[in-house]
């Protein structure tokens, strides 16, 4: 299973951005999709997520600045953020907990990162 991350960049503040993460390869199901994120010096950090399809849950730092969904099409997950501010600049990286059988075995996968820079 591969994820491909896209949608960063630079952008000033009170800006948006939209990232997208597509997963291919053998998949039978995902059970959590989510966005983190790592800044300069700092730990990777959790910034949304959408546990069995629905429930959604978000860093105190984003939310309702920040929106995650997933797309009509299979295996696929959006991150809309708006209002940026300068504090959002890192790199984020897409994350899912794929199922790959039907017995209900799962393995994590992480895609390789999209910079977002922020400027003030």
């Known amino acids: 299973v591969q994820l491909q991350a896209s949608g960063g960049g630079l952008v000033q503040a009170g800006g948006s951005l939209r990232l997208s993460c597509v997963a291919s390869?053998?998949?039978?199901?995902?059970?959590?999709m989510g966005w983190y994120r790592q800044a300069p010096g700092k730990s990777r950090e959790l910034v949304a997520r959408i546990i069995a399809d629905s429930l959604t849950d978000y860093a105190d730092s984003v939310k309702g600045r920040f929106t995650i969904s997933r797309g009509s099409a299979e295996n696929t997950m959006y991150l809309q953020m708006n209002n940026l501010k300068p504090a959002d600049t890192a790199v984020y990286y897409c994350?899912?907990?794929?199922?790959?059988?039907?017995?209900?075995?799962?393995?994590?996968?992480w895609g390789q990162g999209t910079q977002v820079t922020v400027s003030s």
């Open positions: 994350n899912m907990r794929v199922i790959v059988s039907a017995s209900g075995a799962s393995k994590e996968y």
């Open positions: 390869g053998s998949i039978f199901a995902i059970a959590v």
